[in-house]
């Protein structure tokens, strides 16, 4: 909303020393956002309003050139070339002096052209820097429709060359501020000056029959409809100079006088209007909905189909506007145009929009009447109208106004005087709250606490106590609420879950992953691509209602899929060593019950509650990871060594580790992972995840190069970790010794390192898998795992028969349990 400072002058007593900057801090502390202040181009030197006395027609050029005399108020006129036709003998117009410099550093002087000495400039609005308008003169009148500024007067203030115009961002829920009617109210409450209300007027009492026989067969939708008819409209007769300007500082184009005045009505009381062609109207009015097939060309050409929700304005011939959206073509004013019906109505907002937006025509009045507007300001709208019409157009009544006026009583709110108060921490006296209403408008009837509050017609959004609320604190002013920090309770911070979440993404990021959050949707498509069988429960998903993209209409119920399609991007991006992570909810949907449908009456009880949140799909929190291209990086130290499976298991066992439990590993098969060379991941005998290489098929599918390893496991499978405790320090020395043995190729490593650990027993404090080696000479069909062993007693130093004596047990126990073999 374009507020002009003039004009909302005439409306409210604003101080002699109030500055925009001052303005601008009163609408922000009344909840309405300035997005822009915009001030006209500067003008110096003489400009002032001249009259046309003389006009001498100078022949023999190409264009039209006349040489006019000018009074200025000074002794002698002046004498000024001017090519413009559009002015005569009589008018008032700007006359920029010599000496003046107009928008864009043009300088006017006293110069000779066309045999003449022009003395000065009279100016077009576009010259001035306030309009678009360069095909004429800009004329401010000639007297005969109201007095016409004198000659001399200053014509910066006349035109509007001082005007600054406050561009406001209004909130959907006060589409009463879009109109200097509601502006005035806020600001003159905002500033606590007097101010005057543009809809206080009392119509005329008209007299003879009705306008027009008017009939409104959907009243939900339509509770007031008011029309009145004109005759006698001067059609050539231009809008007056005062309302051009308005309309273009408020964004509106200027069309015709007639269209002009419901324009300039609208955005003064924020009623908005239609003016029909009267002669164009054929038959009784009649407001309805939609009939099968029916069809109508709105204002802009475009010819619409119908729907049955849409309400319409007919009459005899069918549809004749879209309800509080659009005319139609079949009525539009034109040129000739000399008789008027004029409409206003009071719509209902809901329906409004889904008209609007399904036939997307998002006009001036259908952003109005969605909002809500005030529904007692049809008729005055029209008497507005009517009477600005007649004083510019020559334009009269006829008959008496059609009102069809099918209004509820306002609703009563009841109130408790002390919930703004509660709500906002500050002590209103209920006297104060009753002063912030009627402030606001409403109507306070009650004493003490216990308030019944009617709030006024242009506020639909009043309907609730906690909306009065909410006016209170806004009037009394939201910088008068003290910050004031809550003291938080002791004993309080992080979860134990926040610190496991934190902790594994701190360790992951130390190890050289970076993490890659993706959004939790997934389509059928990758499902299929990573090889799901049928009866997977990951493929039991979640479906969006309104999903962003109709490709991906489900929520995620494993993190690979955003995981290896950023792998993808990156890859296609020309990086080649990528390590990958992220950690976010999944949402299995095998384990649902319906949801209830929940009403607006009334606050939902326990059992229904209960039932609410069991229909919620569980969020368990996973994390994976992903690996392509090496590990670890080629240089003059070496090859570098490509991502394998183990990485993954290695990732898998950094989780852990964080998170504080013992991880076991053990050969699995699931997809997408490629059999024999996929990891189950165990804790405390139960599978959390898996790890491995992608199966071939897969990496192809999803175009990600061979042997792509990835981990996933469920953090919130993991059981609460022990408090931890301090490990003992020896200060003996310690043991080193390495063993090898030979297994069979389809013993896993796990079981081996198991098996050594039991049998070596307390004395042994690490042991380390540092090599696998098969080939000559290790039979083939077994590999050989080499281990370094490190052993330390607390209380004593080791002999040398001791250590002896763990190897062997270790040794013992390994062949027992695995068939393990010494290596010579």
């Not at 026989?213 to 231009?238: H, K, Q």
């Not at 990573?530 to 990951?538: I, Y």
């Amino acid at each position: 909303m374009r507020v002009p400072i003039g004009w909302l002058a005439e409306h409210v007593d604003l101080p002699a020393e109030t500055t925009v900057e001052d303005l601008d801090t009163a609408f922000v502390r009344l909840g309405l956002e300035v997005e822009d202040v915009h001030r006209p181009e500067e003008v110096t030197g003489p400009l002032v309003v001249g009259r046309v006395l003389e006009v001498e027609e100078l022949a023999g050029f190409k264009k039209p050139i006349r040489y006019c005399r000018v009074d200025v108020g000074e002794e002698e006129p002046r004498g000024v070339v001017c090519g413009a036709t559009n002015f005569a003998v009589g008018d008032a117009v700007v006359v920029a002096l010599p000496g003046a410099v107009l928008p864009g550093g043009f300088a006017i002087s006293a110069r000779t052209t066309y045999g003449h000495v022009s003395d000065g400039m009279i100016c077009s609005a576009r010259e001035l820097g306030i309009g678009e308008d360069h095909a004429g003169i800009l004329v401010l009148g000639d007297g005969t429709t109201g007095p016409a500024p004198e000659a001399g007067t200053p014509a910066g203030p006349v035109v509007g060359l001082d005007d600054v115009v406050v561009e406001l961002a209004v909130t959907p829920d006060r589409g009463y501020c879009l109109s200097m009617r509601g502006i005035a109210r806020e600001i003159g409450t905002g500033l606590a000056v007097g101010w005057r209300d543009p809809g206080a007027l009392t119509p005329p009492a008209w007299s003879g029959d009705p306008a027009w026989a008017v009939t409104v067969e959907d009243p939900a939708r339509c509770d007031r409809f008011s029309m009145i008819a004109l005759e006698g409209l001067d059609p050539t007769a231009p809008s007056p100079w005062w309302m051009r300007r308005r309309l273009a500082q408020s964004g509106v184009r200027s069309i015709s006088l007639a269209v002009d005045v419901t324009n300039y009505v609208m955005l003064e009381l924020g009623q908005p209007m239609h003016a029909f062609d009267r002669d164009r109207v054929t038959g009784p009015i009649a407001v309805r909905l939609a009939r099968p097939g029916e069809r109508l060309t709105t204002l802009d050409g475009v010819d619409r189909a119908l729907d049955a929700d849409d309400l319409l304005i007919t009459d005899g011939s069918g549809p004749i506007g879209l309800a509080a959206v659009m005319g139609g073509a079949t009525t539009e004013i034109g040129d000739g145009t000399s008789s008027v019906l004029l409409e206003a109505a009071h719509w209902e907002p809901t329906g409004v929009a889904r008209t609007a937006r399904r036939h997307r025509l998002p006009s001036e009045a259908a952003k109005r009447f969605e909002r809500g507007v005030d529904p007692e300001m049809t008729v005055v709208a029209l008497a507005r109208a009517a009477a600005l019409l007649g004083e510019y157009g020559g334009a009269r009544v006829v008959g008496t106004p059609v009102d069809v006026d099918t209004r509820a009583p306002r609703p009563v709110v009841a109130l408790d005087a002390g919930l703004p108060g509660r709500v906002a921490g500050v002590p209103y006296t209920p006297a104060q709250v009753v002063e912030l209403l009627a402030a606001v408008g409403c109507t306070v009837d009650g004493e003490g606490a216990e308030l019944a509050v009617t709030p006024p017609p242009w506020r639909p959004d009043l309907t609730d106590p906690a909306d009065l609320a909410e006016e209170v604190v806004r009037l009394a002013g939201y910088d008068d609420v003290p910050s004031v920090l809550p003291t938080a309770p002791p004993g309080r911070g992080l979860t134990e879950g926040q610190r496991r979440r934190r902790a594994v993404g701190r360790a992951l990021a130390e190890a050289g992953y970076v993490e890659a959050p993706a959004y939790p949707f997934v389509g059928a498509a990758v499902l299929d691509a990573l090889g799901l069988p049928e009866d997977d429960p990951r493929r039991a998903v979640v479906l969006v209602r309104n999903p962003l993209s109709e490709e991906e209409p489900a929520l995620r119920t494993t993190l690979l899929p955003g995981l290896l399609a950023t792998l993808a991007r990156n890859l296609a991006r020309g990086q080649r060593d990528l390590a990958l992570f992220e950690h976010g909810s999944v949402f299995p949907g095998d384990r649902r019950s319906p949801a209830p449908l929940l009403g607006v009456d009334r606050r939902p009880d326990d059992d229904v509650l209960a039932a609410l949140l069991g229909a919620v799909p569980a969020q368990p929190w996973h994390v994976a990871v992903a690996l392509a291209g090496h590990r670890e990086p080629r240089g003059w130290w070496g090859p570098g060594r490509p991502a394998v499976w183990a990485d993954a298991v290695q990732a898998a066992r950094l989780v852990t580790e964080a998170a504080g439990v013992e991880l076991a590993v053990r050969a699995g098969e699931r997809a997408p992972w490629h059999p024999g060379r996929c990891a189950e991941l165990l804790v405390d005998g139960a599978v959390v995840g898996h790890a491995g290489e992608l199966h071939p098929r897969v990496c192809a599918a999803l175009q990600l190069p061979a042997r792509t390893s990835v981990m996933e496991l469920d953090l919130d499978a993991l059981p609460a970790a022990g408090v931890p405790a301090g490990p003992r320090v020896s200060a003996f020395p310690p043991v080193l010794m390495d063993l090898a043995l030979v297994v069979g190729e389809e013993v896993p490593a796990a079981e081996v390192d198991a098996a050594l650990r039991a049998g070596a027993g307390d004395l042994l404090e690490s042991l380390r898998l540092f090599d696998v080696w098969t080939g000559a000479p290790v039979p083939a069909g077994s590999r050989s795992l080499a281990y370094a062993l490190t052993l330390r007693a607390p209380d004593r130093t080791l002999t040398g028969e001791e250590a002896a004596a763990v190897r062997d047990a270790a040794v013992t126990a390994a062949a027992e349990r695995t068939g393990a073999v010494l290596r010579a």
